[in-house]
């Protein structure tokens, strides 16, 4: 027997099976690019529009990731559940944030804190963002 016929035999499940699993994923309802408009409860006010994007975190198996949450332009880390997006404490530069949100059609309401995370400053922001897939 040729090594061409034993590779293919081989290779096309394990392909065919990688491929169905990315489709199949149920993070993918939550991937996306997004407008952000953002409440904070500390100043009373709305917050500039901006954009964040969703995307599938490849590391963990439950996870997604927030590109630019609170226009701040990092990558937030959140496990997908269900509906609800759950950002568990996370320190990024002089911040720390921690939230979660749901998923209904094609908005997800999130809830959550940014605060500084050193000890010399006791910044902290309640917000409320409702997230509108554009892409």
Not at 12 to 26: G, H, N, S, T
Not at 73 to 84: C, K, M, S, T, Y
């Amino acid at each position: 027997m040729s090594i061409r016929p034993v590779f293919f035999f081989v290779m096309f499940p394990v392909l065919a099976f990688w491929a169905c699993d990315k489709e199949d994923d149920y993070r993918n309802k939550f991937t996306g690019q997004y407008e952000v408009e953002e409440y904070s409860h500390e100043s009373m006010s709305y917050n500039e529009d901006y954009e964040v994007l969703i995307r599938i975190d490849h590391q963990a198996e439950n996870q997604v990731i927030i590109e630019n949450l609170w226009n701040f332009g990092a990558d937030i880390q959140a496990v997908a559940e269900d509906n609800e997006l759950i950002v568990f404490t996370q320190e990024h530069g002089f911040y720390t944030f921690n939230g979660q949100g749901t998923l209904s059609g094609s908005l997800i309401e999130m809830h959550y804190t940014v605060a500084s995370a050193g000890e010399d400053s006791d910044f902290i922001d309640e917000l409320t963002a409702e997230m509108e897939r554009i892409e």
